[in-house]
């Protein structure tokens, strides 16, 4: 079984990668499986229905999310729908939404970490716990949304041959780290992001230096121009969950 986990999705230009490159490489690869993170890509903070349901078109199958999934309160009633848009699972009980779904015989899994991130959501390793207690799928694969690379890295050690992937997401910028765990799961501190390759992490160059020299509260918009799509492809034995493969994917859309 191939798996595409595709980074962040930023504002227009991301979604307009999405809709150039995602049917070519399911064609291309014969993938069963495409994720991505959604939750930047209404106007580079959070989700709404119709943008979801425009990547879900392009051939994206689960969209996960982290931090901004509140962001745009529009989406809020179709996290308790049909629609596979999820929220982290380790959000307190109560909040809209889930935080995994089985599709295609995969478990795909929203997950947020708290170091840098806010101490707002409970434990993601206890919550990684019971999940694991409860679902009978051998094939999970983990979007973990967290800053700390130490925190990224040591999800994946915990969860080495109990999850198929373990996937990290949310700075935007790709790392070089693609492995196979030596328990059989594939790991990556993160994927990258799909957005405008002459930007910071997706915004406006100039907004955000303006930002960081002058420290004054500035809007910060999207940038704009020709947009790339981070990816990892993960190869997964179907019967086991193991990875067999994990590799790096980059294009850049028109």
């Known amino acids: 079984m191939l798996i595409l986990a595709i980074g962040d999705v930023v504002g227009k230009p991301g979604r307009k990668a999405i809709g ?22 209404a106007g580079g903070l959070g989700l709404t229905s119709d943008v979801a349901q425009e990547m879900l078109a392009a051939g994206v199958d689960v969209l996960t999310s982290g931090n901004h999934i509140w962001a745009q309160k529009e989406i809020l009633p179709y996290l308790d729908s049909q629609m596979p848009v999820l ?6 009980g109560g909040v809209p939404g889930r935080g995994y779904l089985v599709k295609n015989g995969v478990a795909v899994v929203s997950l947020i970490g708290r170091t840098f991130m ?11 716990d019971r999940l694991l207690s409860e679902i009978r799928v051998p094939n999970v ?8 690379t130490s925190e990224k890295v ?4 915990y969860l080495d041959g109990r999850v198929s992937a373990v996937l990290g997401t ?22 990258g992001m799909v957005g405008p390759i002459e930007s910071i992490i997706g915004d406006d160059t100039e907004s955000v230096l303006h930002h960081f020299l002058t420290a004054l ?14 990816a990892v492809m993960v190869e997964i034995d179907e019967k086991t969950g193991r990875a067999a493969r994990i590799e790096r994917l980059y294009r850049e859309a028109d």
Not at 118 to 128: I, L, T
Not at 141 to 148: L, M, S
């Open 20 to 41: 150039q490159w995602v049917t070519p490489l399911r064609e291309e690869f014969g993938l069963e499986l495409v994720v991505a993170n959604g939750e930047n890509a």
């Open 87 to 92: 929220r982290p699972l380790n959000y307190p």
């Open 118 to 128: 806010g101490n707002y959501v409970d434990c993601p390793f206890k919550a990684m």
């Open 141 to 148: 694969v983990v979007d973990f949304h967290a800053e700390a």
């Open 154 to 157: 040591a999800m994946g050690r």
């Open 170 to 191: 949310h700075t935007h910028v790709g790392t070089v780290d693609t492995v196979i765990l030596p328990k059989g799961t594939a790991y990556v501190t993160d994927i």
């Open 217 to 230: 509260p500035h809007r910060l918009s999207v940038g704009k121009g020709k947009p790339m799509l981070n």
